[in-house]
């Protein structure tokens, strides 16, 4: 089933979805379920599995220093499976330009269609660290429009190479956006360009970057309806569970963190108390955004669950 689907289908009913993070390399899958098993309560029509690229490490080998890739976090295509199969809910996956030709693209997507998957969000990817820029691989794509492109033709039986008699795919496209500007980006206005630009290549819905103020995801959604954006624009939330990341959100993810937020976590003097603020903060924002009728809460667990339970609770 496709995400618009669901959200057609709810009539104006907020959903509830996650997002959840492959395990570091070696680790096992039964921690991440466990963490993903007490949130099924509040019936996730969908859970998004983020996609983590390739980075290098330098190491000495017979006595030569070379540059080896290492994914630190794979298997988001072996957690899609194991979510459908366990859950029976739809898994999103995350498909970046990162690292991939076309070609491999190609055949990622169409391994995802032979699961039965019918929703990814297509994403550019970061840059490699160490890099100043995003560089794509060669014969890859440099900016997401460019995936959702490919996807769409897909869609329509169209592959790189040659066209197929019937559909080779049938996803149901989303694409990511920033309610406070894309860091690279000179503007908001240019940012929303290119959003309109990923929209009009044929993605169906947009996921939103985390947001602390509720007013930020409001003004962006009045100025994508004004530029004619009419997808869901489903709104990300992620609870505070550090004092930390007061200062790294808005560091990497270039956000305004409320200074009421700052100012009641650094009250706090336990990590549990922290995370009880960053629990109220949340359900604030979200029984504000319930009550304008957003699609779905979609929630940035970082693969724990206990902040989101406390939260969903509370909401849904
Ligand atoms: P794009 O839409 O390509 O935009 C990138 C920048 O280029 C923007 O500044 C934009 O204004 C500009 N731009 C866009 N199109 C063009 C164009 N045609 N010409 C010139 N400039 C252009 N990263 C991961 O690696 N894995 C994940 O699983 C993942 N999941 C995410 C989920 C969500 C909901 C969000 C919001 C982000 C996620 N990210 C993930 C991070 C994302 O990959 C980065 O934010 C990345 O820097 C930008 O990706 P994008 O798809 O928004 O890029």
């Known amino acids: 089933t496709k995400i618009t689907q669901y959200i057609e289908e709810a009539k104006g009913k907020t959903l509830f979805s996650i997002e959840i993070i492959p395990p570091m390399k070696g680790q096992h899958l039964g921690e991440l379920v466990s963490h993903i098993e007490p949130l099924m309560e509040f019936n996730p029509p969908f859970i998004e599995v983020t996609y983590h690229r390739e980075e290098y490490v330098e190491k000495m080998v017979d006595g030569l220093l070379k540059r080896i890739p290492i994914r630190k976090r794979p298997g988001t295509l072996g957690i899609c499976a194991a979510i459908m199969q366990k859950f029976k809910v739809e898994a999103v996956p995350h498909v970046i330009c990162g690292g991939f030709t076309k070609e491999e693209t190609e055949d990622f997507l169409i391994d995802l269609h032979y699961l039965g998957i019918e929703n990814a969000l297509i994403l550019r990817g970061d840059q490699e660290k160490g890099e100043e820029r995003f560089i794509p691989k060669p014969g890859g794509h440099a900016y997401a429009n460019e995936l959702v492109e490919q996807v769409h033709a897909m869609n329509q ?79 990300g939330i992620k609870p505070i569970a550090t004092a930390r990341q007061l200062e790294i959100l808005p560091e990497i993810f270039h956000l305004e963190m409320p200074e009421a937020l700052a100012s009641e976590v650094r009250k706090c003097s336990n990590n549990a108390a922290i995370k009880q603020v960053g629990v109220e903060w949340a359900v604030q924002q979200g029984k504000e955004l319930i009550q304008a009728g957003v699609p779905a809460l979609h929630f940035y667990t970082m693969s724990k669950s206990d902040s989101v339970h406390a939260i969903a609770s509370q909401l849904f």
């Open 157 to 235: 039986g169209i592959l790189l190479h040659e066209e197929t008699e019937s559909l080779p795919t049938n996803f149901c496209i989303g694409v990511a956006a920033y309610p406070e500007k894309h860091f690279e980006a000179v503007s908001l206005d240019e940012d929303m360009r290119f959003l309109k630009q990923k929209v009009d290549a044929g993605a169906d819905y947009i996921v939103t970057q985390m947001f602390f103020n509720n007013q930020h995801y409001f003004d962006f959604v009045d100025k994508c309806r004004a530029m004619d954006i009419h997808v869901p624009i489903i709104p």
